[in-house]
């Protein structure tokens, strides 16, 4: 709720429309990347729900609101190099692989940053 006061956008919720579940969250969020400061598109997934295609259907979703609706002209999401699934949602979702980095934030690996900029 702090990030939606202090900067209109945050985390979302998920659950499964049949069972009403809690699958976990999504969102964007300010963070630090390689030393700079950017918005963060993340997700968090309880793994029963993993493969399924929520991931890529919540990260489309919040990247069309908050690139079109709030009007953030650049999302990025930092991944690390062995994380094949989350590489591939940001493929999916039209992000481009723009470099590789160790990321001092998360032990030191090296880790893949993908992006979209609204044109």
Not at 31 to 44: D, F, M, P, Q
Not at 45 to 61: K, M
Not at 62 to 68: A, F, H, Q
């Amino acid at each position: 709720m702090k990030s939606y006061l202090n900067n209109g956008f945050g985390r979302w919720t998920a659950e499964t429309r049949s069972a009403e579940v809690l699958i976990r969250v999504a969102g964007i969020m300010i963070s630090g990347v390689n030393e700079k400061t950017e918005n963060g598109l993340g997700y968090i997934i309880r793994s029963p729900f993993w493969n399924n295609g929520y991931v890529t259907e919540a990260a489309a979703v919040i990247l069309c609101v908050e690139l079109d609706s709030i009007g953030l002209s650049r999302i990025v999401a930092n991944i690390p190099h062995d994380h094949s699934s989350p590489a591939g949602v940001a493929k999916k979702t039209v992000m481009k692989k723009e470099f590789e980095f160790i990321n001092k934030r998360n032990r030191d690996i090296l880790t893949y940053l993908y992006a979209i900029n609204k044109d």
